[in-house]
């Protein structure tokens, strides 16, 4: 048996305890081995425990002020090709909105806030060591108002979160049509450079561990593999005999492991894998200490 703490990992299925585990008792846990341990069924895969993300499409520009760009000929030119590609007059009014909203937050909505950030920065400075000796009126900030309609398009309104997701998807719809030609897709923007997939039989995770206070910092990251990889599958051994086990499946490069360190000294192992819809891909990593 061993002493039960707040957040505890259960090591032999991976994931949190659960209120009604058997195996519970007041102040510690049970332990193959240990009289009274029920022995554990089928144990489910441990769900990620951050919300997967958007994968980003290589036609979309990496620069705001591209993006910015890109969504103005989306919204120009989406309206005259949606009737030949089968998109629908509502599919077609919600990528529009969707784009002209963007461009209002991206272009306009973000550089007021990061220049009212820095007249922040400048009245904090100034309240304690400017000598003008008036009172200080500290900036307020105003957003931009949104722009109204312009042309065939509509006026700017806000749209739920998840936009840029609702254009791709569309996107994608449109790249399955019978009735797209590279000609329509070369004036959609939708067209990115050619990529090509990693070795998946020779690819390796890179891991590294670091303590920092009473937790272990794991660092890892995607390689440049970010659009061809899901998430990555991080494993720990706690030097128990227990050899390596689930730590968690992350699909955010950095993880820290705040499971309490024990009384005695000990050196934990870790070590990682990539993986695609749900199975590993690759190599393990090398095996790191913590």
């Known amino acids: ?160 979160d998840g936009a840029l997701a609702l254009i791709f998807d569309l996107v994608g719809e449109i790249k399955q049509s019978d009735t797209k030609t590279d000609a329509i897709l070369t004036d959609l923007g939708v067209i990115g450079a050619q990529e090509t997939a990693p070795d998946y039989a020779t690819l390796q995770a890179i891991l590294t561990a670091t303590i920092s206070g009473s937790h272990v910092n794991l660092g890892w990251d995607w390689q440049g593999n970010g659009k061809f990889l899901d998430q990555i599958e991080l494993q720990v051994d706690r030097a128990d005999a227990k050899g390596f086990l689930i730590l968690a499946f992350d699909t955010t490069p950095g993880y820290t492991d705040t499971t309490p360190f024990p009384a005695t000294p000990t050196v934990w192992k870790y070590r990682a894998i990539y993986r695609v819809n749900d199975a590993q891909v690759g190599q393990w990593s090398a095996t790191v200490g913590g």
């Open 1 to 160: 048996m061993k002493p039960l703490h707040w957040d505890a990992i259960n090591p032999i299925t991976g994931q949190p305890f659960a209120w009604n585990d058997p195996n519970l008792r007041w102040g510690f846990y049970l332990e193959p081995g240990d009289p009274g341990f029920v022995p554990y069924g089928t144990i489910p895969s441990p769900q990620p425990h951050k919300p997967k993300r958007m994968k980003r499409q290589n036609y979309y520009p990496t620069a705001t002020a591209r993006q910015v760009e890109w969504l103005q000929n989306l919204a120009n030119k989406l309206a005259g090709h949606a009737p030949g590609l089968g998109v629908s007059v509502a599919e077609c009014a919600a990528a529009i909105a969707a784009a002209r909203w963007l461009i209002y937050v991206l272009g306009s909505w973000l550089p007021a806030v990061r220049a009212w950030q820095k007249s922040c920065t400048d009245a904090a400075e100034q309240a304690q060591t400017g000598t003008t000796g008036a009172v200080l009126a500290l900036p307020v900030f105003t957003a931009p108002p949104l722009p109204g309609a312009s042309g065939t398009l509509p006026a700017v309104v806000p749209v739920a």
